[in-house]
């Protein structure tokens, strides 16, 4: 079986420190993706990754960043943490070529910035 | 990507009943895919219907596509209480970015 899997699923934070949101799959896909999730406003794409040390702005990027140097990590990183930071974040990972593009997902990082 | 749109948002039914969400979306898709989350948890994929497919069964489940009006229906029959859960389409287009998007879900609450 897939298995993405996030380093903390829950992390307090004070406003001003450096975060990192650490991501690992196991299945040799290509793609990896880090969403937010706030209630109401659905899942929303932040950066995505489809090869190692590549990656690409989501719809909502500022404030993060991400890196990429192995294959298997996707890593989020806010470097000032704001109180508007506080989410749930969800990492996913997919296969790019000759598949259906279906997701895996991690169970998730609630981050809470004080 | 775009982004589907999940009716209703909210949905309360009881145990043995039967369950349908729906899915609306604006462009030609290759896929859809429907994704559930249990609360606090991350996506899980549930079944993935393909453009040239009307129809598709998998246990419980089942999703219907209808290209022409750009949405898709999911069928969860005699729900039970372990059903309960947010559940998400995502339309995949062939072409443009490969991530896909999700909009808020429907919520599914089944009472015992």
């Known amino acids: 079986d897939v298995k993405v899997t996030q380093s903390s699923r829950y992390l307090v934070k004070r406003t001003g420190e450096k975060v990192f949101l650490e991501c690992v799959q196991d299945?040799?896909?290509?793609?990896m993706f880090w969403y937010r999730q706030d209630p109401g406003l659905g899942l929303r794409l932040i950066y995505f990754s489809y090869d190692v040390k590549m990656k690409e702005k989501g719809d909502i990027p500022e404030g993060y960043s991400v890196s990429r140097e192995k294959k298997e990590r996707f890593s989020l990183i806010l470097e000032s943490a704001s109180t508007n930071q506080t989410s749930m974040y969800l990492c996913a990972s997919s296969f790019f070529r000759g598949h259906s593009g279906e997701l895996f997902f991690g169970e998730g990082s609630r981050l809470t910035v004080l | 990507s775009q982004q589907g749109e999940e009716d209703p948002q909210a949905l309360s039914i009881q145990e043995g009943e039967n369950a349908t969400m729906n899915c609306s979306y604006k462009?030609?898709?290759?896929?859809l895919q429907w994704y559930r989350q249990n609360s606090g948890r991350g996506l899980v994929h549930l079944i993935l219907i393909r453009s040239n497919e009307r129809e598709k069964h998998s246990g419980r489940l089942r999703v219907t596509l209808d290209t022409s009006k750009k949405s898709s229906s999911l069928l969860i029959t005699a729900s039970r209480a372990a059903d309960t859960a947010s559940y998400f389409c995502?339309?995949?287009?062939?072409?443009?970015?490969?991530?896909?998007?999700f909009g808020s879900g429907t919520r599914l609450q089944v009472q015992p």
């Open positions: 995502a339309p995949r287009s062939g072409t443009g970015r490969r991530a896909l998007t």
């Open positions: 299945m040799d896909h290509e793609n």
């Open positions: 462009t030609s898709i290759n896929n």
